[in-house]
């Protein structure tokens, strides 16, 4: 069977974020390239030009999507699920906005800032700091150039020395001095766990069980700090060039700004690829769950979870085998709550130092997001680090709100309501050290990869994949007219 795409005109199209319906490609012949006519207007000149297509329409594939559209090439963006997004996704319950998982926006992202119109986001900020639950009292990190004062009053807390302060100002320094190019190719040699970084840069014990563990722990779902020192850095680069954010609409907010501007008949949703078969001579074909097969004359961006790559091209593509190690997982709980019943106005992380619980870190999105709830609703956000597998979703509920009663008033905590439970199995590919946040997209020629495990586990990281993994196919391209 070869390809089969059928004209836009005909094919049931799917706006990536209206009302999805299953597509199917049909299988008599026609033209690939009069199926891809309409969705990029073709330079006159060369009729017989044929496109690209990218699997999964996450961050890095919505990037490299927009590359191609950029470059007027053709192409199909093939996504299994019911809509863009990925990892990063906002479920509508009960009027309150859920994020698949809490996420931050970090503004200074600079892949983020050259791709995204900001204002659109509606961007709403977070307090630059934390309050940290240590020993039944709750103490303040404060960003010092943020908020001067509330850093000075907090010197003296437990959460870390004077010097653990000031170690923050000069780690603060050190990676401002450094371009990200520098901070993310790091030759190997230099890169350790985060955990080392921080002890060998003279943090004491204190400040990173109580800050450092659950604040970056949080980030990289990753509590042993085994994420590797150059994430940190890019991390802590980000946060002290710019601000932690959610978008008013939720975190989906910002893939689906992505794909307003592709051309809506080039997104193909409820569309999943089980393989590719590639012959190293370019032109691969994308075989399609449904029996349908896609072909591209220019290439194939394969833009999927790291562990999805693997089985699309298992024992069908010659490529190197791709690093396997455990993925990071995380529990996100949502609660509604009376506004009265929360213990803060306030757009602030909660973070737990006290080294006990499973509780990792918490905020009420409403005070970041009024928009998160329904009127006179407010919705709490708690996040637990690993999957939590052999603890019921009831008893998980019951435990987080036993621990929170112990940092809050237990009548407030026992009059919310639980509203949903995530367990994302696959939320960050593990980037413990050895790791290469470079990796070369090109796997053959036509055939290119991206993604987060590609880059960095990040927003950024995954879209910075998706514009290399086109830049690849455009020096191929430019090499095959030579
Ligand atoms: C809970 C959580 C919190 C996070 N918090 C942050 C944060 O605060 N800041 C930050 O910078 N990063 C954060 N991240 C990381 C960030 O979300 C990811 O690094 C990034 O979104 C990955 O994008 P991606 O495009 O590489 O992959 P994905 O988003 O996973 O996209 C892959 C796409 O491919 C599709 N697909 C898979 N298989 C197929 C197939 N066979 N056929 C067709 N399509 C397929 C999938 O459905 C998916 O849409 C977080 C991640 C999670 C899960």
């Avoid at 010092?144 to 907090?154: A, E, L, Q, T, V």
């Avoid at 307003?260 to 193909?268: A, H, R, V, W």
């Avoid at 979870?305 to 091209?313: F, T």
């Avoid at 190197?320 to 213990?343: G, N, Q, W």
Wanted: proline share 6%; glycine share 8%.
């Amino acid at each position: 069977m070869t390809l089969s795409l059928s004209p836009p005109s005909s094919v049931p199209f799917l706006s990536p974020h209206k009302h999805p319906l299953p597509f199917r490609l049909k299988t008599h012949a026609v033209a690939l390239q009069t199926s891809l006519d309409p969705p990029v207007s073709l330079t006159s000149s060369n009729s017989k030009k044929t496109g690209v297509i990218v699997i999964g329409a996450g961050l890095a594939g919505l990037a490299a999507a927009k590359r191609l559209h950029s470059e007027n090439i053709p192409f199909l963006l093939l996504e299994a699920s019911d809509d863009v997004g990925g990892r990063v996704r906002t479920d509508l319950v009960d009027g309150f906005l859920l994020d698949r998982g809490f996420q931050i926006f970090i503004t200074a992202y600079p892949e983020a800032q050259r791709l995204l119109n900001y204002e659109a986001l509606n961007l709403r900020k977070f307090y630059s700091g934390a309050l940290v639950y240590f020993d039944g009292k709750f103490y303040t990190v404060a960003d010092p150039i943020r908020h001067f004062s509330d850093s000075i009053k907090s010197l003296s807390n437990p959460i870390g020395s004077v010097l653990d302060k000031l170690l923050i100002g000069l780690t603060r320094i050190q990676v401002l001095g450094k371009s990200d190019e520098e901070i993310l190719s790091g030759r190997e040699s230099n890169e350790v766990p985060t955990l080392e970084f921080l002890k060998q840069s003279g943090f004491s014990d204190s400040i990173i069980d109580r800050f450092f563990r659950p604040f970056f722990g949080g980030i990289f779902f990753d509590k042993e700090l085994q994420t590797t020192s150059k994430l940190f850095n890019f991390i802590f680069k980000c946060l002290a060039l710019g601000d932690n954010t959610l978008p008013a609409t939720g975190i989906s907010a910002i893939p689906k700004q992505l794909a307003d501007n592709l051309p809506s008949d080039s997104i193909f949703l409820n569309s999943k690829v089980v393989s590719i078969n590639f012959n190293g001579l370019g032109s691969p074909e994308v075989f399609l769950e449904n029996g349908d097969t896609v072909k591209s004359e220019l290439g194939v961006i394969l833009a999927v979870e790291q562990p999805e790559v693997r089985k699309i091209l298992a024992g069908k593509v010659a490529v190197e085998p791709v690093e396997a190690k455990p993925a990071r997982s995380t529990v996100c709980l949502y609660f509604s709550a009376d506004p009265d019943k929360i213990p803060v106005k306030d757009p602030v992380l909660f973070l737990n130092g006290s080294g006990r619980g499973i509780v990792n870190n918490m905020f009420f999105a409403t005070n970041v997001a009024e928009t998160y709830g329904p009127p006179n609703k407010a919705l709490a956000s708690v996040s637990l680090i690993g999957l939590f597998e052999d603890v019921s979703d009831d008893d998980l509920t019951g435990r987080v709100v036993q621990e929170l009663s112990g940092w809050f008033k237990e009548s407030m905590v026992k009059s919310w309501k639980h509203l949903r439970t995530y367990r994302i199995r696959y939320a960050q590919p593990d980037q413990s050290p050895p790791t290469n946040l470079m990796k070369n997209p090109r796997l053959g020629p036509g055939l290119y990869m991206c993604g987060d495990h590609q880059t960095s586990a990040t927003f950024d990281g995954a879209l910075v994949s998706g514009r290399k993994a086109v830049e690849a196919l455009l020096r191929d391209m430019a090499l095959s007219k030579v």
